[in-house]
């Protein structure tokens, strides 16, 4: 699970522009993650003292290469029943990046263009429009879990056909870091949950995707 970087030799100046970078994220991390013990009523400091001073972060830089038309259906009014309406679009092997919720904290995201969606909690899908220089924020399953389902992990999707490109940072506890939901009274979470083990948790998950 852990590694070192693989850096590419034809871009001298990539490594120093990219690791000033990721400095950047994890402060701009740690500042959100302090907003939502905040937001809580907890310590500022809890989720940071979680991590163990060694956060498990990771950050991509992921290329969405342009889209064939093949295999994409827009489904609107159906050609055999006129009152029969479909909402979503249905995509077969084009699906740029199926349904999903992060494993870690919380995700910080740009991107050059729209593509990424999220599922409201009705069950809607929302086209998030980038906005300049601004970041996306994602909840992801250990916030859930830690605050016991009183921030929701947001279930995303990427749907493109022109190609885009995205940078996404991953703020995860570290791997040895013991989760157990907390109990916050004053939202009404005041039971205990079963803890968990992060590292444990994320490599049964990368196990399922990279068989």
């Given at each position: 699970?852990?590694?070192?970087?693989?850096?590419?030799?034809?871009?001298?100046?990539?490594?120093?522009?990219?690791?000033?970078?990721?400095?950047?994220?994890?402060?701009?991390?740690?500042?959100?993650?302090?907003?939502?013990?905040i937001?809580?009523?907890?310590?500022?400091?809890?989720?940071?003292?979680?991590?163990?001073?060694?956060?498990?972060w990771?950050?991509?830089?992921?290329?969405?290469?342009?889209?064939?038309?093949?295999?994409?259906?827009?489904?609107?009014?159906?050609?055999?029943?006129?009152n029969?309406?479909?909402?979503?679009?249905e995509?077969?092997?084009?699906?740029?990046?199926?349904?999903?919720?992060?494993?870690?904290?919380?995700?910080?995201?740009?991107?050059?263009?729209?593509?990424?969606?999220?599922?409201?909690?009705?069950?809607?899908?929302?086209?998030?429009?980038?906005?300049?220089?601004?970041?996306?924020?994602?909840?992801?399953?250990?916030?859930?879990?830690?605050?016991?389902?009183?921030?929701?992990?947001?279930?995303?999707?990427?749907?493109?056909?022109?190609?885009?490109?995205?940078?996404?940072?991953?703020?995860?506890?570290?791997?040895?870091?013991?989760?157990?939901?907390?109990q916050?009274?004053?939202?009404?979470?005041?039971?205990?949950?079963?803890?968990?083990?992060?590292?444990?948790?994320?490599?049964?998950?990368?196990?399922?995707?990279?068989?």
């Amino acid at each position: 699970m852990y590694g070192p970087n693989l850096w590419p030799e034809k871009l001298p100046d990539y490594k120093n522009v990219i690791t000033n970078y990721i400095f950047y994220l994890k402060e701009l991390g740690t500042a959100i993650l302090r907003g939502l013990c905040i937001s809580l009523g907890m310590q500022e400091d809890f989720f940071i003292r979680q991590f163990i001073e060694d956060p498990y972060w990771l950050f991509r830089i992921l290329c969405y290469p342009e889209q064939s038309t093949k295999g994409i259906h827009y489904l609107g009014l159906d050609n055999n029943n006129n009152n029969e309406r479909k909402s979503e679009i249905e995509i077969n092997s084009d699906y740029s990046c199926g349904e999903h919720t992060d494993y870690g904290c919380i995700t910080l995201l740009l991107a050059n263009k729209k593509g990424l969606e999220v599922k409201s909690r009705s069950g809607k899908w929302f086209s998030i429009e980038p906005l300049e220089g601004a970041f996306i924020c994602l909840i992801g399953d250990m916030i859930e879990y830690w605050t016991n389902g009183l921030y929701v992990a947001t279930k995303h999707r990427v749907i493109t056909k022109d190609e885009r490109i995205s940078m996404a940072f991953f703020h995860q506890p570290n791997y040895e870091t013991i989760l157990q939901p907390c109990q916050i009274i004053n939202r009404g979470r005041n039971e205990i949950g079963t803890p968990i083990k992060y590292g444990e948790y994320v490599y049964k998950k990368y196990k399922v995707i990279y068989q």
